[in-house]
């Protein structure tokens, strides 16, 4: 990978933490500052504390425990772990957690995911209210004292997210299956592999030594090319790729087939159904959801509730109607019966242990439920105010809707990272879905220029 050309900027929360160039814009002055700034709103004295592999960690992770440390927090270091065993540990203790983390970004980027008492990601009102307090800070030079701390990180904790994981299902659940296991070279290196192999499979693992330049670097859920090929090659009967902090996972089928969250919600969501461990009857999704995935659950009397892109309104949803399933394409699946967050190796063998109940292989257990509409997605660059160029092609998008009726699906929505909006056309007929598609970024533009 080639390190790219960036410029300083204010950072702001998106859908998942703040992100950025580490040494650029991710530095340990603003690291410092937003652990400060945090501490008091995070309804916690103690404070769970993990990283990626990144070369950037070891140092920002001690700048936010020094932020969080002089805002009068415990901090209790987990080192490298992936994110949901840092919330696991936040949720069995009720107390916060943080960790410095840029996901699926490359190795340059860094960046900080902050968890609330209980192991759940803040929701609007709290983000707020941390940009706020942090706004209001100047970057904080120099160290503190830190209670407790230890270069030595805490692996009890971590032993216990593991063991829960590994506990979610029934002993030997996955003798004999093979599976090949992609780390992307991130936090999940020193534990997939071996949480797999306790439940009987027998797994290769690839993409495990990280370098702390090599996370996600052509390999992991962004880059699942690497994981077909080990399949096929080692003629397994699945592969499991996660991301660069293990809170997501795509797999891949024996055929080589590449499953997304959509996929694996469907095969998960259809085996709780048929347990009568769904309540409401109703999956979780975002507006992303693939209209295949829909008529999957509909097929099995599944309902689905929408929430917008991101898995924190995921939870919220969860959360507020006693649901415990949901999900997005991307491989962020939350089980809240199990966890408080997405959690990639959690899925992966949720996933696997639904299709040996189902007596399939998990590719055919897929083909099998979910026939996938075509997506046609467009990032239309715009001048003007996202959401008002969204409003002003609102009869445009009704129209096309309503054109496609029950075979088909639209969604125009403006970015909230970047000055574009967004066209998604779904239909089972790509060439019909293509010219929609067209029509409205063509309408997009010219709301754009008027």
Known sequence: ???PEVSPAGLRFGTDGIRGRAGTRIVDPVVRALGRAAAGLLDSDRVFLGRDTRESGPGLARALAEGLAAGGLDVVQMGVVPTPAVAHAA?????AAAVVTASHNPWWDNGVKLFSAGGLKLDDAHQAAVQEAWDALPELEGSSELDGWSDDPATGAARRWLDAVVGSVRPSALAGLAV??????????AVAGSALERLGADVTVIHSDPDGRNINDGCGSTHPAALQAAVAAAGADAGLAFDGDGDRV???G???SLIDGDDLLAVIGVDRHQRGLLPGSTVVVTVMANLGLRRALSDHGIAVRETAVGDRYILEALEADGLTLGGEQSGHVIFRDLATTGDGLLTGIQALDAARRAGRSLGDRVAELVVRAPQV???VPVVRDGEALVELVAVEVATAAAGLGDLGRVLVRASGTEPVVRVMVEAFDMERASGVADRLVEAVERADRT
């Open 91 to 95: 949720a069995v203790e009720g107390v």
């Open 180 to 189: 090949v296991v992609d780390c992307a070279n991130g936090a999940a290196s």
């Open 254 to 256: 024996h055929d080589g």
């Open 377 to 379: 997605l467009h990032s």
């Open 1 to 3: 990978m080639e390190e």
């Open 250 to 252: 795509l797999a891949v």
